[in-house]
């Protein structure tokens, strides 16, 4: 089972600033990742999968990439909504097992 | 518009039992594959649960497999978990998920639409 580990544990930053966040997966899982994002209280969103595709109605100042073992979430200029929690999920081709790595906070510095 | 909304959570003692109920509207549930999550208090998410849309194809977590049973109504468009044997370790919110692809041979793996949750407690 692929084992997704996500840096750092939380991010204190303040409005506007740039975010990076990290997912490390325990083998090469090709670009098969998503992000999410959920917010408190919410079901999680879909950012962006197979690395780098752009989810609907995810804005632009939202990014991500990487391959292989590891992945990157940037947030260019954080918006007062951005400040939530992040999850990386690696996509299984087999066996039948997808994970999620343990997630990052975003909070406000 | 996609709309998923759960029911059927509440208070159950260890060693009872509950199901979940998952209403899909502005599409057919037979069109993906749909999935059960959940996250523990102040926990990350587990998957738990994959059924095809068309197909009898499902698959498990270790974690729950031999205890809960996923199933479907086309027909009512609603997605099912049976949960037997609970244990404290399953309090967590549960939410149903629209697999991201269309097709019903493999599930595409990424989960697009999700329900708001159904808070399931497990204790004495």
């Known amino acids: 089972e692929i084992v997704l580990t996500q840096s750092p544990a939380t991010l204190s930053l303040s409005p506007g600033e740039s975010a990076t966040l990290s997912c490390r997966a325990s083998?090469?899982?090709?670009?098969?990742l998503a992000w999410y994002q959920q917010r408190p209280g919410q079901a999680p969103r879909l950012l962006f999968y197979?690395?780098?595709k752009r989810a609907s109605g995810i804005p632009a100042r939202f990014s991500g990439s990487g391959s292989g073992r590891d992945f990157t979430l940037t947030i260019s200029s954080l918006e007062p909504e951005d400040f939530a929690l992040y999850y990386c999920?690696?996509?299984?081709?087999?066996?039948?097992?997808?994970?999620f790595g343990q997630g990052t906070k975003v909070e406000i510095k | 518009q996609v709309h998923l909304v759960e029911s059927g959570g509440g208070l159950v003692k260890p060693g009872g039992s509950l199901r979940l109920s998952c209403a899909a509207s502005?599409?057919?549930?037979?069109?993906?594959?749909m999935a059960w999550i959940r996250q523990a208090p102040g926990k990350g998410l587990e998957w738990l649960s994959y059924i095809g849309g068309s197909t009898n194809t499902i698959y498990y977590a270790d974690s729950v497999r031999g205890r809960f049973t996923i199933s479907r109504d086309n027909a009512r468009n609603s997605l099912f978990l049976q949960m037997n044997s609970l244990r404290a370790e399953d309090t967590a919110v549960y939410f149903c998920?629209?697999?991201?692809?269309?097709?019903?041979?493999?599930?595409?793996?990424?989960?697009?639409?999700w329900g708001q949750g159904a808070l399931v407690t497990v204790s004495s």
């Open positions: 502005g599409f057919s549930l037979s069109d993906n594959y």
């Open positions: 999920q690696h996509r299984s081709t087999w066996p039948p097992a997808w994970t």
């Open positions: 197979d690395a780098s």
């Open positions: 998920a629209r697999d991201l692809g269309g097709g019903n041979t493999w599930p595409e793996g990424y989960f697009d639409y």
């Open positions: 083998q090469s899982v090709s670009t098969y």
